[in-house]
């Protein structure tokens, strides 16, 4: 019983030596990744953010900046090949499915209309995962924003709206952060999506008593008829890139 105690005791204690020797390595690659693409060094900066995410699949900073670089280089198919190949070898990686997703949306607005319905039905798969593996905040909130940018016949709508009151549950029991802002702007506007207007309103009036400087509110409750639905809808338009940084939630962990 004590040898098997000990022999324990040690695997643990090595395996605790490897995984900060990792951890070190994706930092390192990160650093290096980051560096180079301060000097638009794409190939190189993509190549470290890489090893930077395959040693820490899980880090939503590095595959958050990662894909923030695939953008600015307009590298989209690289992007969506690593993913695709990392998520494969790590299926339970709830962070490598969100960001999937993300990398399909990341290339949506450089896509033409027939290649963006697919591309976002891509994404719709990949938050789905995400959500399966785990129904935190961020992945029900943004699969819930997903299925809002669907045309009116194909009715997600109302999915949307399930998704995006189940994020609302999510951040009323935990500590408040910056950008649960965002859940009432997008439920407000779902509830709005789905007709029910006396809900929107409600939605809206909460948040802005939480969250008094928020631009998006003022304006929704400030606006009826056209000029709302105009607002609304310029946020739901294909060809306009949706911000995808995931920076509020590695940065609110690390207050």
């Known amino acids: 019983m004590i040898k098997n105690n000990r022999f324990h005791f040690f695997t643990l204690l090595l395996s605790a030596f490897l995984f900060c020797g990792l951890a070190r390595a994706s930092d390192n690659d990160f650093q290096l990744g980051i560096k180079a693409l301060e000097s638009n060094d794409f190939s190189t900066a993509l190549r470290y953010l890489e090893a930077a995410v ?34 494969n070898e790590h299926p339970n990686s709830a962070n490598l499915h969100l960001n999937f997703g993300f990398a399909y949306v990341d290339k949506i607005p450089a896509a033409g209309s027939i290649t963006q319905v697919i591309l976002a039905n891509n994404a719709l798969t990949q938050f789905s995962k995400a959500v399966e593996l785990n129904a935190n905040w961020i992945n029900l909130y943004t699969r819930g924003v997903s299925y809002l940018f669907w045309p009116k016949v194909f009715d997600r709508a109302p999915m949307g709206v399930a998704d995006l009151e189940r994020a609302m549950k999510v951040q009323k029991n935990g500590p408040r952060q910056d950008y649960h802002v965002k859940t009432y702007i997008a439920l407000g506007d779902a509830y709005w999506k789905t007709d029910q207007l006396a809900k929107a309103q409600a939605t809206w009036q909460e948040g802005i008593k939480l969250f008094p400087k928020s631009a998006e509110l003022k304006t929704r409750l400030s606006q009826k008829g056209d000029d709302l639905k105009n607002t609304i809808e310029a946020n739901f338009d294909p060809n306009k890139r949706v911000d995808t940084d995931l920076r509020d939630l590695w940065a609110s962990s690390q207050k």
């Open 54 to 87: 395959t040693g820490d699949f899980d880090n939503v900073r590095y595959a958050s900046e990662y894909r923030k670089a695939a953008i600015k280089s307009k590298d989209f198919d690289r992007s969506l090949k690593f993913f695709e190949k990392l998520s």
